[in-house]
């Protein structure tokens, strides 16, 4: 029994039987307060994924190559999410490949002492703009629930925005990226959330390299994490 309830469609049919029954007896106000709604249940990163790979919500699905759904490990207490994957990873169908895919995996290896592996990177849209354009409002609006189900899967500590479109999306703000950088802010679903420069614009900006790797220790301070080799 309890198994059975354990899963959200059963417990929501459940429900609404017993809704169905309480009315009949004339008590469905009642009911409806007092019944509480089965807990949402995240999908499955595998579940949402292969609901991207078939999804023909805007008009990027045209012009993809193929999605890029996003890639790492289930368990990562930290999330990176650019904006919109770039020409090759729509030829690969994996996020942050190529140079500034490169310097990421700098970031978080040679910064953090992580693995690429360890953590998710995810973009806002999952399919490529053409010509690397911005994201059209409504292209942001049919992609977002996505990207919400896959944190809502993930759980993170952090979520660490890689350029200001994809921080400005979390905070719901209109700032540029030196407003934004430099400190922790909270989404609106209480994720705490830190904004650095997006690798490709620190391989066209050197200097702001100093800036990005504050803003990673933020992040490190945050979760814990020591400095590859710093005395324990
Ligand atoms: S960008 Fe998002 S909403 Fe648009 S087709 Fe691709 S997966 Fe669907």
Known sequence: MSHALSDPALAASAREFLLEELSQLGVDYLARRQIPQAPSMPDSLEQIQAEIAACQNC?????????????GSASARVVFVGEAPGAE??????PFVGPAGQLLDKIIESGMGLRRADVFILNI????PPGNRDPLATEKQACTPFLQRQ?????????????RHAANYFIGSDLTLGQLRGRLHQSTSGIPILATYHPAYLLRTPSAKVDCWQDI????????????GAAQ
């Open 59 to 71: 008009e990027l699905a045209c012009s993809r190559t193929q999605t890029v759904p996003g890639s």
């Open 89 to 94: 990873e729509d030829l690969q169908g994996q």
């Open 125 to 128: 849209l999952k399919c490529r």
């Open 151 to 163: 944190l809502h899967a993930l759980r993170p500590d952090i979520v660490i925005c890689l350029g």
């Open 217 to 228: 220790q933020i992040a490190m301070n945050h979760l814990g994490l020591k400095r590859p």
